[in-house]
């Protein structure tokens, strides 16, 4: 099977592009041949990166949109490249691939990445791709760009989940009720003000440490 | 105080309609005698946020376009107006480039709001939100529905008075339906 990886994140340290990774390696491992494309690196302005990603989806069985939430939704970098196929989707018809979507942010409630996969699952059946459903995951400010590999407690939820969702694409069934659930628990166990509080906690040693303040 | 609008109703995928609907919006707006400031997102020079994250610190973006003049007005208004096309349920690029580079309005610490975890607003309770999006012909409901829940979630997060979202479609009457959305949201103010 062919799958192509779409890295919808503008930053350079990005914790899309750790998910990315981690999933390729599996798809990979599982036989699939995976191709991962980001704007971030090639330039999304570029009207070559935008041929290029529609020369490469008319061979792929699979599309996975991994993008982190931006002020409730995509960034503009992912939402400028399902506009672009959009746009160019007379290029693409008859071309039927199954859609995943995964998306993320430092929130730990998946209430906060719903509206990026509604947009996910809305791009698909605008395009006519079958959407297969998305994985949302929460509290992953910590890792910074690092490979998910060695990352320990704030990635055990994550590391599982994405297992599971290379097996479920390489299957092409939907992404399973129960993964979704799964993937959307907290890293970390603990009651939500006791995370505030200690987040707060350390943002502010780490104020005082700078002399600054601030809301 | 006084409005500010963040307008992509006049680029080239908005349309006639969105056209008229922004023509509405400001002459709507200007018959209330009020400061609006208006960034025609067709013209503007917004660069794409680049997700570095030290607006979180500084309360500021190191980007200098002409958002870093709009956030400011942004911080001292009391209604914000977003509007543009609606695109797979959500802004348009177009105009999700400028509500990217709206992260500054988010403090660095963390607080619970409606039993959700969220930042802490850098200018707590000032500003009503309304969001103004145009459905593209042949678009399913359900991206509407999609759009006004976003905009509840935007109200949410930066912890606005108050919001509406109103949706342009052929089979509306535009006018009404913006003049709808800025009383609801002038009842929050």
Known sequence: ???????????????????????????????????????????????????????????AD????????????????????????????EALDRHVPALYGVTHSGYFESIHKRPSLETFEHFGRAMGWPWHGGLAFGGTSPIDGRPLEGMGPFTRRLRPSLDRLARTIHERRAVPSDLVREASKRPIPLPKRWIVWIMNTMIRAARRRKGRGGP | ?????????????????????????????????????????????????????????????????????????????????????????????????????LLPLAGELFTIRRGEMHHRPRHPGRLCLLGVGKLREGAPQAEAESF??????????????????????????????????????????
């Open chain 1, 62 to 89: 699979t599309i996975v949109i991994l993008a982190p939430v931006y002020f409730d939704a995509p960034p503009h970098v992912a939402l400028a490249w399902l506009r672009a196929l959009w746009s160019h989707r």
């Open chain 1, 1 to 59: 099977m062919s799958v192509v990886l779409f890295v919808g994140s503008p930053r350079v340290r990005s914790n899309t592009r750790s998910i990315a990774a981690f999933l390729r390696e599996r798809l990979e491992s599982l036989g699939a041949d995976v191709v991962t494309l980001d704007p971030k690196r090639a330039g999304l302005d570029d009207e070559s990166f935008v041929s290029r990603s529609v020369d490469t989806l008319r061979g």
């Open chain 2, 148 to 189: 006004e829940r976003l905009i509840g979630r935007h109200a949410l997060n930066i912890a606005a008075r108050g919001h509406a979202a109103v949706v342009i479609s052929e089979a509306g009457d535009v006018d009404e339906a913006i003049r709808a959305g800025l009383e609801r949201t002038e009842r929050d103010r």
């Open chain 2, 1 to 101: 105080m006084g409005t500010v609008v963040l307008s992509a109703l006049r680029i080239a995928d908005a349309g006639e309609l969105a056209g008229r609907a922004s023509d509405a919006l400001h002459r709507l707006l200007e018959s209330k005698g009020e400061v609006v400031q208006v960034l025609d997102l067709e013209e503007a020079d917004v660069s794409p946020c680049l997700g570095c994250g030290r607006c979180s610190e500084a309360g500021e973006c190191v980007l200098r376009d002409d958002m870093s003049r709009m956030i400011r007005l942004i911080a001292s208004c009391d209604r914000l107006v977003l509007a543009g096309p609606i695109l797979f349920g959500t802004h348009h690029p177009t105009l999700k480039r400028a509500v990217d580079r």
